[in-house]
């Protein structure tokens, strides 16, 4: 299957495992981690919760509950990822890659034919899309692919359209844009966004009514994604990254300069599946972000493409490439849009352009094949020495960075290493260039292009990504059986030991796959009241500032306050010695009881009203003692009173976005669940609507009179339903303006 789950292998509690089972593992293929630790998990529970005829708005088993559509990440309503509620999610991962990939060819085909370009020419910009190293990279992560795609048929109808076609044409690119916002990416939907309009305004000219119409579609677009843009612009507003990046933070993770000699010598800076990438070492980037290797033969057919045509689009084409260049590569072009362009401040790394870049310069290269072909013979003499300028001038930039990066290089004792990237790249280069020659002498010849294109881009990309035993895939332990039949509803908690490799325990979200709720997460997106929670918590336990990123972990089991988030079970690689802490087993993890948790719902019968800048010292003042007390922000809706006798709270019922509990209360008292709040829970007593309130910061709570009751707390974000209605009046709209459109032209 196309995913790396041999990095299973490296946490806990699988690597106990790994020598027995898998005795040929020495190493992970390539450390594609969030592949494995994000995308999967939320593709796995996404079919989990849609084949139980529930749509997953809430994730109740990471940080304590956070929500789950509203995380652009998990394109739950993607229409591709259907594949994975069909079949076996870890089959479908693979199935959904291939389908991006074709369909990444298929529209920059139907584009590049709508512009004139025979077929092989048309193919040789199809296959360099396709297979750029771009979307080879970000295969696996897919919601970049998704998100980017889906460019090239949104300009095929509106080329459609600027050629008199009907303006039915330029509602059908709405359909694409759509699906980009819904593809898992908002910063490569905008980007994807931002192309389309600047093409529908080079081809719409002057004309007023033009532009209206493109304002149009760009707005259908977005209101077609609107059931999850709005949830996620709602969580927006209260993740834990709200407040955008500055712009310096934004530019030092740019595509560095001296990168670009990489879009000729891919393996210049070596390979993460050699394990000598070396390229990002001081930023601590991924190779992944910096990759746009497009194939030699397409960047030596620029030149002939604006020397040879003098048409629109090559220079759109080239135009588009430039400025996506520019902005990949941290220019002040950038902040032009960080400073003019709306949500451009919440947009992180710029090289993340480099999708726009490879579908300009792909469509580049099927214009200069097309002009290469048609060339007279008396300009085929030019057209070689044009061609051996570009590979000197190509030649001497790659001789100067060697020279430049060569302590560097025999440092790590890469110099076979790069000679032979090097090495590859000239002989490549001499055949693309003999190849085009050849092509213009006999037109037969162009379809010799596409093949050397497939040849160069399958050669660089094709060990790149890992295709994995299925059963080293999150496979049943003897600890992971023990915790299901023991934990029930409750919550556990994995620790590292301290100074050791961070894979060496069950780090956050793999906890989904195999069933179990956790007090611990990892995203780009939770609320940022949990990280402020765990960060003044954490610096408490450990007696410094404590700053926390996407991965959000607690130190120990004595971090304050760690109790009243009903962390039951305690996992660790390694033996602890907390006083808390109860031995279960060790069979392949030690797993601990923790005696000091609290259950997920009890009752309160005081509480402390402070503004919402005071919680936090408030629940420190009182020495985290939240079944004693809650901190409220605002008065409970009855007044509370003192107990006055024997009380019960079950939980009867709990799935992803609904929780009853049955309360029996022996006078007014406060429900604390101790499930993350956020805006959009709503809570019933005995069927009648009652507030939901933060309680310690980040905990729900309900008040409860005296006597049995049933509390139901269900999650239902306006934001959503809001946005669903707006999808479905739009889609509405524009099936019946298509409908209309086609009968009065039959």
Request: aromatic share 12%; charged share 15%.
């Amino acid at each position: 299957m196309l995913l790396p789950a041999d990095l299973c292998l490296l946490l806990q509690p699988w690597r106990s495992y790994s020598r027995a089972l898998f005795p040929d593992f020495r190493q992970a293929y390539n450390p594609l981690l969030d592949a494995i630790l994000l995308f999967f998990p939320w593709r796995l529970f996404a079919a989990r919760s849609i084949r139980a005829g529930e749509i997953p708005l809430w994730n109740p088993d990471s940080f304590c509950g956070q929500p789950f559509l509203a995380n652009n990440s998990s394109a739950v309503l993607y229409p591709l990822n259907a594949l994975h509620y069909l079949v076996d999610p870890a089959k479908a991962y693979g199935y959904v890659a291939a389908l991006h990939v074709f369909l990444a060819g298929a529209f920059t085909y139907l584009l590049l034919r709508l512009l004139g370009p025979r077929p092989a020419a048309a193919l040789l910009g199809g296959i360099t899309f396709m297979f750029c190293g771009f979307l080879t990279v970000w295969a696996e992560y897919q919601t970049p692919v998704a998100a980017t795609i889906w460019l090239p048929l949104a300009l095929y109808f509106w080329e459609r359209h600027a050629r008199g076609h009907g303006v039915r044409f330029a509602l059908y690119a709405a359909a694409p844009l759509g699906l980009s916002l819904l593809g898992g990416h908002v910063q490569y939907s905008i980007y994807v966004l931002m192309a389309f309009a600047a093409y529908a305004a080079w081809r719409s000219g002057l004309r007023p009514t033009r532009w209206a119409v493109a304002a149009a579609v760009v707005a259908f677009g977005i209101a077609l994604a609107a059931h999850q843009l709005l949830p996620t612009l709602e969580l927006g507003r209260y993740n834990q990254r709200a407040g955008g990046n500055p712009l310096a933070g934004v530019l030092a993770s740019a595509l560095p300069l001296r990168h670009l000699v990489s879009f000729l010598v891919p393996g210049f800076f070596g390979h993460p599946v050699d394990y000598n990438y070396w390229g990002n070492i001081p930023k601590g980037l991924e190779y992944v972000e910096y990759c746009g290797y497009l194939g030699i033969l397409p960047l030596l057919l620029v030149a002939p493409a604006l020397w040879l045509r003098r048409d629109g689009h090559t220079r759109f084409f080239f135009a588009l490439a430039v400025v996506a260049l520019l902005m990949a590569l941290g220019t002040p072009l950038y902040a032009l849009f960080y400073y003019g362009v709306p949500g451009f401040t919440q947009l992180a790394n710029p090289a993340r352009i480099l999708g726009v870049f490879s579908l300009a310069v792909a469509c580049l290269g099927a214009l200069g094949a097309e002009a290469v072909a048609d060339l007279p013979r008396e300009r085929r003499r030019t057209l070689a020495l044009v061609l051996a300028g570009l590979l000197i001038a190509a030649s001497a930039a790659v001789s100067l960075t060697y020279t430049r990066q060569m302590e560097t290089i025999l440092g790590l004792r890469l110099g076979s290493y790069v000679a032979g990237a090097v090495g590859l790249f000239l002989v490549t280069a001499l055949v693309a260039a003999g190849a085009i020659v050849g092509g213009a002498a006999r037109p037969r010849a162009l379809w010799a292009l596409p093949a050397i294109a497939a040849v160069d881009l399958f050669l660089f990309g094709m060990r790149f990504n890992p295709a994995q035993d299925p059963g080293m895939l999150y496979f049943e332990t003897e600890s992971l059986r023990l915790l299901r039949a023991q934990a029930g509803q409750e919550r556990v908690l994995a620790l590292r030991a301290e100074g050791s490799n961070f894979l060496n325990a069950m780090i956050p979200n793999c906890n989904l796959p195999v069933g179990l709720a956790e007090v611990q997460g990892g995203d780009a997106m939770y609320p940022r009241r949990y990280r402020q929670f765990a960060e003044f918590v954490e610096s408490r336990q450990q007696g410094k500032p404590v700053k926390l990123g996407n991965a959000l972990v607690f130190s120990s089991v004595d971090t304050p306050g760690v109790d009243f988030l009903n962390a039951a079970y305690v996992l660790s690689a390694t033996p602890l010695t907390s006083p808390k802490l109860e031995l279960v087993a060790s069979p392949d993890l030690h797993v601990y009881r923790n005696r000091a948790a609290r259950p997920r719902a009890f009752l309160v019968h005081r509480a402390r009203v402070e503004p919402t800048a005071r919680v936090l010292e408030t629940l420190a003042a009182e020495r985290f003692a939240m079944d004693q007390v809650a901190v409220l922000e605002a008065p409970p809706a009855l007044p509370l009173a003192p107990a006055a006798g024997p009380e019960s709270v079950r939980i009867t019922e709990a799935r992803n976005g609904r929780v009853r509990v049955a309360v029996e209360a022996s006078a007014n008292a406060l429900l604390i669940l101790a499930d993350q709040y956020f805006p959009g829970w709503r809570a019933t007593v005995d069927g009648r609507e009652v507030p939901v309130q933060a309680a310690n910061y980040i905990l729900r709570a309900v008040a409860v009179p005296a006597g049995r009751h049933v509390v139901e707390f269900t999650y239902r974000p306006a934001s959503f339903r809001l946005g669903l209605y707006l999808t479905l009046a739009t889609l509405s709209l524009l099936t019946a303006a298509a409908t209309t459109a086609a009968v009065r032209r039959r």
